[in-house]
T-cell receptor, first 114, second 114 residues
Framework: SQKIEQNSEALNIQEGKTATLTCNYTNYSPAYLQWYRQDPGRGPVFLLLIRENEKEKRKERLKVTFDTTLKQSLFHITASQPADSATYLCALSNYGGSQGNLIFGKGTKLSVKP | EAQVTQNPRYLITVTGKKLTVTCSQNMNHEYMSWYRQDPGLGLRQIYYSMNVEVTDKGDVPEGYKVSRKEKRNFPLILESPSPNQTSLYFC?????????????FGQGTRLTVV
């Protein structure tokens, strides 16, 4: 069956360090992968999208990689700050799927300590 | 301001009493969907709509109905709510299904069925 796994439920790091979150998937052929941020009780907010033919994407302190051979995406936050504390979700869309639906992982809760 | 608006934000109801959660977007998006989010289970799709008058089941459609009579509105209907439908609900929209564009989420509706 199709599966998306975000390896850590929670990640605690010190301010200023780089946070690295992992998203693995099986039995998908995603056309693209997205990362979202979700604060408690609020809707997810889009951060970055990376296409299957892209290896890496950057936006300010954020970097996403996409390895279709390993079936994995890594999400990095450099120089992390307490304000980066949130739950981060990865989402896939099946390539060629008639639905084009976004399937979400369960998320990784990041806590950045001052 | 581009947004997805859900109402109500909070709702407590009794078992069996029909209710509707409204969702409206002002971005002229074709694709809209409903998710529920439960601890440990992540975001799961209930129903989606590719366009006006086109709706289909997601992963957890039992006990829910939707309609898409106008492009901007996509209400979620619970004909006979039960306690296992207590959850946090999100409406989302995007330009089109299958496109590599971001999803915009509403602010969420926290439903409690007693």
């Amino acid at each position: 069956s199709q599966k998306i796994e975000q390896n850590s439920e929670a990640l605690n790091i010190q301010e200023g360090k780089t946070a690295t979150l992992t998203c693995n998937y099986t039995n998908y052929s995603p056309a693209y992968l997205q990362w979202y941020r979700q604060d408690p009780g609020r809707g997810p907010v889009f951060l970055l999208l990376i296409r299957e033919n892209e290896k890496e994407k950057r936006k300010e302190r954020l970097k996403v990689t996409f390895d279709t051979t390993l079936k994995q995406s890594l999400f990095h936050i450099t120089a992390s700050q307490p304000a980066d504390s949130a739950t981060y979700l990865c989402a896939l869309s099946n390539y060629g799927g008639s639905q084009g639906n976004l399937i979400f992982g369960k998320g990784t809760k990041l806590s950045v300590k001052p | 301001e581009a947004q997805v608006t859900q109402n109500p934000r909070y709702l407590i109801t009794v078992t069996g009493k029909k209710l509707t959660v409204t969702c409206s977007q002002n971005m002229n998006h074709e694709y809209m969907s409903w998710y529920r989010q439960d601890p440990g289970l992540g975001l799961r799709q209930i129903y989606y709509s590719m366009n006006v008058e086109v709706t289909d089941k997601g992963d957890v459609p039992e006990g829910y109905k939707v309609s898409r009579k106008e492009k901007r509105n996509f209400p979620l209907i619970l004909e006979s709510p039960s306690p296992n439908q207590t959850s946090l609900y999100f409406c989302a929209s995007s330009i089109r299904a299958g496109e590599n564009t971001e999803a915009f989420f509403g602010q969420g509706t926290r439903l409690t069925v007693v």
